[in-house]
């Protein structure tokens, strides 16, 4: 996932998981539809997803909202073909992480159902071998008073993250190729955690921490 970084302030964060979840923890029609596909891992179907994402950019659009940051969007070169039609994409980031590290990363996944927080208990510390190199990410802790509300998403079990991997592969990987026959994907390999990692991310963006409000404008 792309996580929301602070660099980025002001510029809407649009998961398009979120909103499946929100949909799924709603008592609208579509609830035990989308709660059956997610808890599958398999995908919504694209008008359904393209519907609430409309909805939406709509509504941000209605209160003043102008550019996006859209995380888990698009999974299929459908999906991506209709977002041309709407908008110019500026840039794709695939931040790619070997898989038995997602694996974990998943599984150690805890949100707070007061505060809606991400917090992590996974301690990943993966030895380099065979030239690839190793990978350590430690745990992002929960601060005590989320402790005692802390969840697990019901599709983050290792066979349901095992099938989302699966269709990853296997639908997803194409909107990769989409995007680099654009010039338009930069594929970003994550060294460890967010320490690591979001330094050399401002690196390959090309921005550091003077050109944020630019970045953000
Ligand atoms: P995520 O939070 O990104 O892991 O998404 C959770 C679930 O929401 C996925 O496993 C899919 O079932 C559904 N979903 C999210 N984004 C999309 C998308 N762009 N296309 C289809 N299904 C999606």
Redesign the pocket.
């Known amino acids: 996932?792309l996580p929301v970084f602070p660099v980025f302030s002001g510029i809407p964060h649009i998961?398009?998981?979120?909103l499946?979840?929100e949909e799924l923890n709603s008592s609208g029609t579509l609830s035990s539809q989308l709660k059956e596909?997610?808890n599958q891992?398999?995908?919504?179907?694209?008008e359904i997803?393209i519907s609430l994402l409309s909805k939406r950019l709509e509504a941000g659009e209605a209160k003043g909202e102008s550019g996006f940051i859209l995380?888990?969007?698009?999974?299929?070169i459908r999906?991506a073909e209709i977002l041309e039609g709407v908008t110019d994409v500026d840039l794709v980031v695939n931040l790619k992480l070997r898989e038995e590290a997602l694996l974990a990363k998943c599984l150690g996944r805890r949100i707070c159902n007061h505060c809606g927080g991400n917090y992590n208990i996974a301690c990943i510390d993966i030895k380099g071998e065979n030239g690839k190199p190793g990978i350590y990410m430690a745990p992002l802790p929960a601060p005590p008073q989320c402790v005692p509300n802390l969840i697990q998403r019901a599709?983050d079990t290792e066979e349901v993250v095992k099938e989302?991997l699966r269709i990853y592969n296997e639908t997803s990987r194409p909107v990769e190729e989409f995007y680099r026959n654009r010039r338009k994907l930069l594929e970003f390999e994550l060294p460890g955690g967010i320490p690591e990692a979001w330094p050399k991310l401002l690196e390959a963006l090309n921005l550091d921490h003077k050109d944020k409000h630019i970045a953000a404008a």
């Not at 998961?15 to 979120?18: F, K, M």
């Not at 891992?41 to 694209?46: P, T």
């Not at 995380?71 to 299929?76: K, L, M, V």
């Open positions: 996932m998961a398009t998981g979120d499946v979840r596909i997610v891992g398999q995908l919504v179907s694209d997803i995380d888990g969007f698009p999974r299929t999906q599709d989302r």
